[in-house]
């Protein structure tokens, strides 16, 4: 064949190279569950941050680190292991408004020595409130979970009175030790706040001041296990700013429920 008539294949056109672009983004979506893109996916509503870039410009660094500590609350709650948070390394945010946001982030090698990277998804229900559910928080390299649909569980009951209060047998009053011990009811103390302001810094909310709090479990639970660790249960919170000198301390009621894996926080400021 002459060199003028060999055949050759055309340039692929913009059109092609965004329907496969397109392709090869939903297979990799579907394949990591959504960690592993590295590059914004604007037809999916898909934003790249890295987080450990020396000048981040990921949205929200105090909300989201928030969400990473949700994430391995949430681990230590379903696998009895804790771990700490050490820094952000990656995340990717789907949507503009309430958003999902799939978090990479690094441990604390003082609580785990083999300093893993763990994957963490959480998705916004609501703007303006917490409203969330936390559906994966695993090491990476954890197999990929199946699917499964989130049923809602109700909304928050009003703040509990003396008269309920007295009912020894559904409420449990945490004892102050356990109290200034009990990390998570801070991290939902500031995650209520943080969703109803989301540009509080971690400063502002190091004023904040456990005064007490009130465990409704809204499952049976066993006798023998704390009710402290109920996994669903109404978190009556009572707190203040320590710089501000108010009459009356100021409240917060979460509700937490773990079902097949998820675990879902809905709270709000009591006024």
């Known amino acids: 064949m002459k060199e003028e008539e060999k055949i050759?294949?055309?340039l692929e056109t913009e059109d092609a190279k965004y329907f496969r672009v397109l392709w090869e983004n939903s297979l990799q979506t579907k394949d990591s569950d959504g960690f592993d893109i590295e590059d914004d996916v604007p037809c999916f509503g898909m934003h790249y941050y890295d987080c450990e870039d020396p000048y981040p410009t990921y949205p929200f660094p105090n909300l989201l680190k928030l969400y990473a500590m949700l994430g391995l609350h949430r681990y230590h709650m379903l696998e009895g292991t804790r771990f700490d948070l050490h820094r952000l390394k990656k995340v990717n945010q789907e949507g503009c408004a309430a958003s999902s946001y799939y978090i990479k982030l690094a441990t604390?090698?003082?609580?785990?020595?083999?300093?893993?990277?763990?994957q963490v998804r959480v998705d916004?229900?609501?703007?303006?409130?917490?409203?969330?559910?936390c559906s994966i928080a695993r090491p990476q390299g954890t197999p990929n979970e199946p699917f499964k649909p989130y049923i809602s569980r109700g909304g928050l009951p009003d703040w509990l009175t003396d008269i309920a209060l007295n009912d020894r047998n559904r409420f449990y009053m945490v004892k102050r030790q356990e109290l200034l011990g009990t990390d998570w009811i801070y991290l939902y103390l500031q995650l209520v706040l943080c969703s109803h302001d989301?540009?509080?810094?971690?400063?502002?909310?190091?004023?904040l001041e456990l005064v007490e709090a009130v465990i409704e479990p809204i499952e049976q639970v066993v006798?023998?296990?704390?009710r402290l660790n109920a996994k669903s249960a109404i978190v009556y919170?009572?707190?203040?700013?320590?710089?501000?000198?108010?009459?009356?301390?100021?409240?917060?009621?979460?509700?937490?429920?773990?079902?097949?894996g998820?675990?879902?926080?809905?709270?709000?400021?009591w006024t």
């Open 8 to 10: 050759t294949c055309p």
């Open 108 to 118: 604390n090698p003082n609580t785990d020595p083999q300093k893993q990277t763990f």
């Open 124 to 133: 916004e229900e609501r703007l303006g409130k917490l409203d969330l559910i």
């Open 198 to 207: 989301r540009r509080l810094s971690l400063d502002d909310m190091s004023y």
């Open 223 to 226: 006798p023998e296990l704390p």
């Open 237 to 260: 919170i009572t707190y203040k700013d320590s710089r501000i000198d108010e009459p009356a301390d100021r409240k917060a009621i979460v509700r937490r429920v773990i079902d097949e």
């Open 262 to 269: 998820y675990l879902s926080l809905r709270g709000e400021l």
